[in-house]
Structure formats: C-alpha cells, structure tokens
C-alpha cells in the first residue's frame, strides 16, 4: 500500500528565518511544502504573496503545494504556477465555474486540487473528483495556524474516500488543520493520504524528530 505523505505547513515557520526551515525541511522524511496563500477576503488573513512563493522555491527540493484561499482564484492560477507551484489547490467555496479553475489549472502543467471547509457538505465534490489530483479537507475554519481539529472531519474524509473508490478517481485526500501526534491516526485510518502539519512541526522542540514520527505511522497496523 502507498504511503501516505507530509507536508509541513510553511505558514507556521519562522518568517525571519524562513530559508533556515525550508532547508531543515529538505532534509527531513517531509513529502511536500504546504504554502498557504491567503488574500484576507476568502480567508480572515493575509500571508504569502507571489515573490514570497518564488523566494521559497529557490529553495525547496520538494515540491510546492499551494493552497489558495483567494477570492476568483482563476486570476493568480497562472502567476502561482509561475512563482514555482507544482499542486494548485483552489476552494470550491471561492470558484463560480470550479470545472474551468481545474482545467485552467492543468492546462498550467500543475497538479489540481480542490478544498472544502469544514461547513461544507463532502458531496459538492462527486461532479469533479474524477477530474482532481488532490482533495483537500479542511479541518479547521481557514485563515490561522495554531487552531484545534475539528473532530466531525473524520466521518468526511471517509465519505471523500468513499466517493474516490467508488468513482475510480485518482485524487489524494489531504486534511489541513490541527493535525499532529496526537490526531494523526485517526486521520490516517479515516483515509488521508496528505498530512498537512504546521504548528505540530515547527513548533515542536524537534521539528525533524516529529515529521519522522508522523511519516512513520503505518496505517496497516493502525486499531483506531
């Protein structure tokens, strides 16, 4: 069975030392970047702007997942595959036409993914999980790091998962939101492929230590 991947959330790194972390990151058991870009409309803040992402992907030798938590995402879908994005992830709650986004997106040459809040029922995503690399659970209310999981994300993952097996779909499922030691597993056996970790890893007393320890959880021997 494929293992499932982590991605440190970059949001919960030290800003003023921001290459000092990525590295630390490149050097981990780490799969991915999460790079969460925010507009303060979509989402209640304001975080990384294209320069940012640009700066970061000098750095990197994984890949960037973006997340954009942006009004009409269609406007940056270019700029963010232009600054160094490899996944693109728009929100279902921001697209009037999200067909067009994802094609938009791939049209990019990017990986498309697709995320829904925790209000959002899982089903707004059966007319185009066939058509997503990514679906992205949120599993707390977007805008800040640092927030508790939402525990009723659970039965949703495993309608998404559900949906996927079903519909022969070849999307990842990626919960992003309070996700650390203490939840991972259930998370894991709810079907997540994609840990999206920030504030567990960064701000744990050895960030290194503690992505070795979420990428070596075995789903096949999990009991919860």
Known sequence: MKKHLIAPSLLAADFANLQRDIEMVNRSDADWFH??????????NISF????????KRHATKPLD?????????????QIRDAGADIITVHYEACTHLHRVIQQIKETGAKAGVAINPHTRADVLEPIIEDIDLALVMSVNPGFGGQ???YGTLEKIRKV????????????IEVDGGVGLQNAEKVLKAGADVLVAGSAVFKAEDPTATISKLKALDVNTLSI
């Open 66 to 78: 973006v997340h954009c938590m942006v009004v009409q995402p269609e406007r940056y879908i270019q």
């Open 35 to 44: 790079v969460d870009i925010m507009d303060g409309s979509f989402a209640p």
């Open 161 to 172: 998962k559900e949906m996927i097996i079903v519909r022969n779909s070849p999307a990842l």
């Open 49 to 56: 702007g294209m320069p940012v992402v640009k700066a970061m």
């Open 148 to 150: 508790k999981f939402i």
